[in-house]
């Protein structure tokens, strides 16, 4: 076998991350508020751009969202780009289509621009964010985590909860004692006094946690007006204390804090922004559109280029001139893809589940990511990365999009369930049970299945009790002392 030099052609496939790759992931996963952010940025830097007006049409997808997610994009959209993929797995689609405008030495400069996504939120948490990182550890189940994020929404600075529980349920298409068991959530989270709708019940919540709220307590919390008043002989006869129980009740009382949300990020909460937009006209079709609000158009200033080109005479000038209109192209192509990304995934949101924004969380489906992302032709990342940090807003709220991506059981259709809205069947039923005849879980599988469920006693049993619903004996015994009481 002889040994030397020689030549070898050989084919292969490698991935190649070029800087505009990378760039085009991270402008995906911001927010619509973070792309405000950074197009400020962007037009600081480059002389070349400038905001467009921002286009109002909304655009139109059928109610079964049959129409093709491009139907449902913003018009500023070219009919040649596709919904932007960013699977590191594929390769670098530019350097077979020698697309001048996408040249990495134009995406690299802008990398060097680009400030990282952490750098640019706001170094101050806020209450919502303090509430929201513990809410997941704390919930039982996936739809009171769902409703407790929803009622973490809806509190001032102050952490009052301003709305209506029945409302609140009537727009979710919940009970309202589930929103009850929310709210208990969040009132549970620190600081305690949050979530409390007056200023009686969070010094209630506090009293509890510092378990002080003994009758006297409570009979003094109750009557905060004679507090005001300077009514304490009238007090300490209604509390049944004497003057030195009464100065420590008083001292314990003015110890509380009557806006616990206050000490959290010092300010006001900023609310959540929508970044998708969802509504039905008066033939009941669904029209999904982007928040153009907070999301500036950008376009070349052509003009303004040619000047400078016309004044560019070294070498070094035309060079930095070529550079910027490349950076522009980029991110306007890059921006437009990354919407018709987001509208693509929002349309599917919308088909799978229909029956939630028609009817409420009962009528969620188990959905995976990879599922929306096998029928717009995507991959997993892609759509993980589009569905974070981001919301939608419907006449039930606003959510955000990963909400909508749940587990399941079988169900006689041959579609499947979602998880959450079998527990909420569960707890509807066994709230609505007769004191005198209490279901068993084997009951409970018959009355689930006879409505389409198709769900193992034991499956029950587990739902049952991740929802704190004792056993049929449990449950007889706590509804008899109820009556008893």
Request: with cysteine; aromatic share 4%.
């Amino acid at each position: 076998m002889a040994l030397g030099p020689r030549l070898d052609l050989r084919q292969s496939q490698s991935l190649v991350m070029t800087p505009q790759l990378q760039q085009a992931i991270k402008l995906l996963a911001l927010s619509n508020l973070e792309i405000e952010t950074f197009i400020g940025d962007a037009l600081e830097a480059n002389p070349l751009l400038e905001a467009g007006e921002v286009r109002r049409e909304q655009p139109e997808t059928s109610d079964h969202a049959e129409v093709a997610p491009e139907e449902a994009s913003a018009d500023n959209f070219s009919d040649t780009d596709a919904p932007l993929d960013v699977n590191p797995n594929a390769l670098d689609r530019d350097r077979d289509t020698g697309d001048g405008e996408w040249g990495a030495s134009g995406a690299a400069s802008l990398a060097e621009d680009l400030t990282p996504i952490e750098d640019r939120r706001s170094a101050e948490t806020t209450l919502a964010d303090h509430l929201h990182a513990q809410v997941g550890a704390m919930a039982e189940t996936l739809e009171q985590e769902f409703l407790a994020r929803n009622l973490i929404d809806r509190l001032d600075e102050a952490g009052y909860l301003d709305a209506d529980l029945h409302d609140v349920a009537a727009d979710l298409g919940v009970g309202p004692s589930e929103v009850e068991y929310a709210l208990a959530l969040v009132q549970s989270l620190d600081p305690t006094g949050v979530g409390a709708r007056g200023l009686a019940e969070c010094l209630a919540l506090q009293a509890r946690e510092a378990d002080r709220y003994d009758p006297c307590m409570e009979r003094l919390i109750d009557n905060l007006d004679l507090v005001a008043a300077g009514e304490f002989t009238r007090l300490k006869r209604m509390c049944d204390v004497d003057d030195e129980d009464f100065a420590e009740m008083l001292a314990e009382l003015r110890s509380y804090d009557p806006k616990p949300g206050c000490r959290i990020g010092g300010g006001e909460a900023m609310a959540v922004v929508p970044d998708v937009l969802l509504s039905r006209d008066d033939q009941g079709h669904w029209k999904i559109a982007l928040n153009q609000a907070t999301l500036p158009r950008l376009v070349v200033n052509r003009g303004y280029f040619l000047e400078l080109r016309d004044g560019c005479t070294d070498k070094a000038s035309r060079l930095w001139l070529k550079e910027k209109l490349t950076d522009a192209n980029w991110l306007i192509k890059a921006l437009d893809q990354r919407q018709k990304t987001i509208l693509a995934v929002s349309s599917q949101l919308v088909k799978k589940q229909a029956g939630f924004f028609r009817h409420g969380v009962s009528e969620l489906r188990p959905l995976t990511l990879r599922e929306v992302a096998e029928e717009i032709d995507m991959h997993e990342s892609t759509v993980s990365r589009v569905t974070s940090n981001k919301y939608l807003h419907c006449d039930r709220g606003t959510f955000e999009l990963k909400y909508f991506f749940t587990s399941g059981v079988g169900s006689a259709d041959g579609e499947g369930a979602s998880s959450e809205a079998v527990k909420a069947r569960i707890k509807a039923l066994t709230d609505a049970e007769d004191p005198k005849k209490i279901l068993s879980d084997d009951k409970l599988v018959a009355l689930l299945k006879a409505e389409g469920f198709d769900i193992a006693r034991r499956t029950v049993a587990k739902y049952r009790e991740a929802m704190g619903v004792g056993s049929s004996v449990q449950r007889r015994r706590q509804k008899k002392l109820a009556a008893m009481g």
